[in-house]
């Protein structure tokens, strides 16, 4: 069965720095592409970041773009996303998802939603 359980969310300072991660079941994370997700309060929900079975460099939207991290860890079947310098504008739902239609150098777009994490909240405040 696939899962995606997904932990590292909470509060953080503006600046501050948070990991959170997308442990996979039923599929190895070399395998297939994941995606990155957020959704904040009132607002749709935005594709962040996205790491494919076939390329080494993730891609990242500009608004995280030199803050966020993408990884993954084969060995534990683990999708990271580390966050930097977090702004008053991160706080959000966030979600790891897959499978993707695609993800490339250029963007990536959403599959069918077949498997997401649960969502942990990130909280930027002081």
């Known amino acids: 069965q696939v899962q995606l359980v997904e932990s590292g969310g909470g509060l953080v300072q503006p600046g501050g720095s948070r990991r959170l991660s997308c442990a996979a079941s039923g599929f190895n994370v070399t395998d297939y592409d994941i995606g990155w997700f957020r959704q904040a309060p009132g607002k749709e929900r935005e594709g962040i970041s996205c790491?494919?079975?076939?390329?080494?460099?993730?891609f990242y939207v500009d608004s995280v773009k030199g803050r966020f991290t993408t990884s993954r860890d084969s060995t534990k079947n683990i999708i990271y996303l580390q966050m930097n310098s977090l702004k008053p504008e991160d706080p959000a739902v966030y979600y790891c998802a897959t499978p993707l239609y695609y993800c490339t150098a250029y963007g990536f777009k959403p599959g069918s939603g077949d498997y997401w994490g649960q969502g942990p909240q990130v909280t930027v405040s002081s």
């Open positions: 790491i494919s079975s076939t390329r080494s460099s993730p």
